[in-house]
């Protein structure tokens, strides 16, 4: 199984993690979702690196940070993607209460998941998403979730 499920980019994480206030386990819960650690790698939606990042998000997060005008080419450096990604995360969970609100909006869209909130078809107090619309993002918050309690049952259970 840990074969299947690395520990990769270990200081990286750990940095991330601590500095953002994200489980490490979610965090390379996504990584292997979204890159399979192939820090090269670049997706048709124009995301790039191991946390899949797009240009346009990037740049808006560099205004959260000491960092300006970082070119996107630095997205496919581990520790800038990690940073990037695991920051995102933390954006994220300051509007959303649970996991796959904030999964949903990582791979969606932060005003796709808004919609959605405010639909009592789809969420029935504004806080969880009853349903995810998107075949897509529902199989992505699925897949991270379920990587997630791997990766927490494999190493960091305690």
């Given at each position: 199984?840990?074969?299947?499920?690395?520990?990769?980019?270990?200081?990286?994480?750990?940095?991330?993690?601590?500095?953002?206030?994200?489980?490490?386990?979610?965090?390379?819960?996504?990584?292997?979702?979204?890159?399979?650690?192939?820090?090269?790698?670049?997706?048709?939606?124009?995301?790039?690196?191991?946390?899949?990042?797009?240009?346009?998000?990037?740049?808006?997060?560099?205004?959260?940070?000491?960092?300006?005008?970082?070119?996107?080419?630095n997205l496919k450096n581990?520790?800038?993607?990690?940073?990037?990604?695991?920051?995102?995360?933390?954006?994220?969970?300051?509007?959303?209460?649970?996991?796959?609100?904030?999964?949903?909006?990582?791979?969606?869209?932060?005003?796709?998941?808004?919609r959605w909130m405010a639909?009592?078809?789809?969420?029935?107090?504004?806080?969880?998403?009853?349903?995810?619309?998107?075949?897509?993002?529902?199989?992505?918050?699925?897949k991270v979730v379920s990587?997630?309690?791997?990766?927490?049952?494999?190493?960091?259970?305690?």
């Open positions: 199984m840990k074969a299947f499920y690395p520990i990769k980019y270990e200081i990286e994480v750990e940095n991330a993690a601590e500095n953002y206030g994200v489980e490490k386990e979610l965090i390379y819960a996504i990584i292997k979702c979204e890159s399979g650690f192939n820090q090269e790698a670049h997706s048709h939606a124009d995301a790039i690196g191991l946390m899949q990042i797009t240009p346009d998000t990037f740049k808006w997060l560099q205004l959260y940070t000491k960092d300006k005008n970082l070119s996107v080419e581990p520790k800038i993607n990690i940073k990037y990604g695991t920051l995102f995360i933390s954006i994220l969970r300051k509007q959303y209460s649970n996991d796959e609100a904030v999964l949903s909006a990582y791979n969606a869209g932060e005003n796709v998941v808004k639909d009592k078809n789809l969420s029935s107090d504004g806080k969880k998403l009853d349903f995810i619309p998107y075949k897509e993002t529902r199989n992505y918050v699925k990587t997630k309690k791997i990766y927490k049952k494999l190493y960091f259970k305690k």
